[in-house]
């Protein structure tokens, strides 16, 4: 009797590892795309600082790219640039050549940036020819994988209020100078401002969202490779219908700020977690 109840006790601690070690592994989506919703302190992950809370490859895409996501405040971000050549449903995005708009693009012209920098999408393709929204979430999946989606204006406003509100991501009196806490540690053209992003690379990536300057492309012509991250927006900018928000990162300034741009003009994607 004592060797039934022994072997009963020892098969349900197995049963209760193995649901355990499940929970962590990534789950299928359609199309290809994979999540992990599970979340891990990167103490234990040397690619990020220890004031960072990351999600190791929390999502693959319909090209078989695994991204790491990071958790800053309530919303979980990809911790690398986007570089799908497909849409979730696996519908191509063609590549594109000078004069053109409305396609992807290698940064700086150069498809061996493209591992490290992702690629840059003009704003029609980045939103899968959705229509604006400035809700939060957005609701817009663009060109993301399943379960991620585009962030809006909104939300990036809400990550520059959160940042804003935490010592860790900014300087003493500064709480509008999040860039450094936003930019990767490598990458940036040199800054010279105290806190500028290109100043002391060394102390950028307190939140660990790694940001780097893949510059932007114009009708194919591209510029500002090293010097600064633009990230698209869901959300049109109201006085001009060709235009939209994103968020800009550059290696002379202390601020993340929201501008706007032409929507012909591909910059780099940042996915948001549903």
Known sequence: MKKIVFFAITLLATLVIISACKKDNPTPNENNNTENPGEDSSSDNPNYPSTAIVISN?????????????????????????????????????????????????????????????????????????????????????????????????????????????????????????????AATWGWNQGY????????????????????????????????????ADFWSSTSYPDLDNYAYFLNIHCYNEKAALGNGNKSIANSVRCVRD
């Not at 940001?211 to 010097?227: D, K, R, S, T, W």
Request: proline share 6%.
């Open 193 to 228: 401002n105290t806190y500028a992003v290109g100043n002391d690379q060394s102390a950028n990536n307190a939140s660990g969202f790694s940001a780097l300057p893949a510059g932007a492309c114009n009708l194919g012509v591209c510029i500002g490779f090293g010097e600064h």
């Open 58 to 182: 929390a999502v693959t895409d319909y090209d078989g790219n695994k991204y790491d996501a990071v958790k800053i405040g309530n919303q979980v971000w990809m911790a690398k640039n986007l570089r799908t050549k497909h849409y979730a449903d696996g519908t191509p995005i063609p590549a594109g050549a000078s004069g053109m708009i409305n396609f992807r693009f290698a940064p700086n012209n150069n498809e061996d940036n493209v591992p490290e920098y992702g690629y840059l999408y003009s704003w029609e393709v980045a939103m899968n020819y959705a229509n604006s929204s400035n809700s939060n979430p957005s609701g817009v999946q663009g060109v993301c994988p399943n379960g991620w989606h585009l962030p809006s204006e909104a939300e990036w406003t809400q990550l520059q209020t959160y940042m804003g509100s935490q010592s860790t991501y900014h300087p003493d009196g500064h709480s509008d100078y999040i860039a450094k806490a936003l």
